[in-house]
């Protein structure tokens, strides 16, 4: 089970971490990657990472400004959200698979609940 929190309202280029939590034993065994999801539109990647946290990969529309981390120690893992833009309002969702650079929500087995994140301009 996941649970995703740390979304809230902020202005435009401010900066937000989400972080999600993992009950389980199979959180250090699992890519982990973060999504969101925004009124009207279809679930977008955004982010993820390996079982180590030593590999990362990103959506388009991030790279450069988000970083995705994890905590094994602490079944958690983090998106590091910096110079937000209103176009960044969204559910944001954290995800777990089995597969590496998996980008699709098929390939995802084991979703947290969301949280909102908006960014006002």
């Known amino acids: 089970q996941l649970q995703a929190f740390g979304g809230g309202l902020v202005q435009a280029g401010d900066s937000l971490r989400l972080s999600c939590v993992a009950s389980g034993r199979t959180f250090s065994t699992s890519v982990m990657g973060w999504f969101r999801q925004a009124p009207g539109k279809e679930r977008e990647f955004v982010a993820g990472?390996?079982?180590?946290?030593?590999?990362?990969y990103y959506g388009d529309s991030v790279k450069g400004r988000f970083t995705i981390s994890r905590a094994n120690g602490k079944n958690t893992v983090y998106l590091q959200m910096n110079s937000l833009q209103p176009e960044d309002t969204a559910v944001y969702y954290c995800a777990a698979s089995r597969f590496w650079g998996a980008t699709t929500v098929d390939l995802f087995n084991d979703w947290g609940q969301g949280t909102q994140v908006t960014v006002s301009s």
């Open positions: 990472i390996n079982l180590s946290g030593g590999s990362t």
